[in-house]
């Protein structure tokens, strides 16, 4: 059982916008501004696509934005394209007396 | 260009020790902010992360993890080493290493390497 929490699914049309979320506690995603999104095609490394939060890497479209709300961070990818289609996994900084991180369980991204 | 690969076995016994090396080019150790982190994914699941060391050789592990884990760098060949004792079969997996710049990108990993895949059986 993965940290923090996400949907195992989610899908859009071409074009729609989709949010994944990622619900942890306040010993991590809660507690501090270090929250990271990564997408994963199959096979492929992961490639970070937000940091701290809602930054976004060189690179990265700004279709891709974050987002948090007390506990829970959420991923949101407006203007679907079909090469969206991938596993998103969320990861947080935490515990500042044990410094680590944790990783959510991920979701599979669907473009219908 | 920063680059990073994985290397050593690709099978080991159960109770035998994993030793991985992180090769990477394009930034250096030494420099402050820089980390090198080790992530793991079995086969179908989701990512794990197991720990990581700074340019201070700051160390971070998984509290899970911890008793099994070790993290080393050799600045001078640009290298991280990752030991893991009492290997089962649970731990198979693709075992990734990732750059870190903790002063421009946080706790997130920026470079990923292309991963090992790490299978443990008799």
């Known amino acids: 059982q993965s940290a923090l929490t996400q949907p195992p699914s989610a899908s859009g049309s071409p074009g729609q916008s989709v949010t994944i979320s990622c619900t942890g506690t306040t010993s991590d995603v809660g507690g501090y501004y270090y929250v990271s999104w990564y997408q994963q095609h199959p096979g492929k490394a992961p490639k970070l696509m937000i940091y701290e939060v809602n930054k976004r890497p060189s690179g990265v479209p700004d279709r891709f934005s974050g987002s948090r709300s007390g506990d829970t961070a959420s991923l949101t990818v407006s203007g679907l394209q079909t090469e969206d289609e991938a596993d998103y996994y969320c990861s947080s900084y935490a515990g500042t007396n044990n410094p680590h991180a944790v990783f959510g369980g991920g979701t599979k991204l669907t473009v219908l | 260009q920063i680059t990073l690969k994985e290397t050593g076995p690709t099978l080991v016994k159960p109770t035998q020790t994993l030793t991985l090396t992180c090769t990477f080019s394009g930034f250096s150790l030494s420099t402050t902010g820089a980390g090198v982190g080790w992530i793991r994914q079995p086969p179908g699941k989701a990512l794990e992360w197991l720990g990581l060391?700074?340019?201070?050789?700051?160390?971070q592990y998984s509290p899970s993890l911890k008793s099994r884990l070790t993290i080393t760098k050799d600045t001078s060949k640009n290298q991280v080493v990752l030991t893991m004792t009492n290997m089962d079969p649970v731990d198979t997996a693709t075992y990734y290493c990732?750059?870190?710049?903790?002063?421009?990108?946080?706790?997130?990993?920026?470079?990923w390497g292309q991963g090992i895949l790490v299978t443990v059986s008799s």
């Open positions: 060391i700074y340019w201070d050789d700051n160390k």
């Open positions: 990732a750059h870190r710049r903790l002063y421009t990108s946080g706790q997130s990993f920026d470079y």
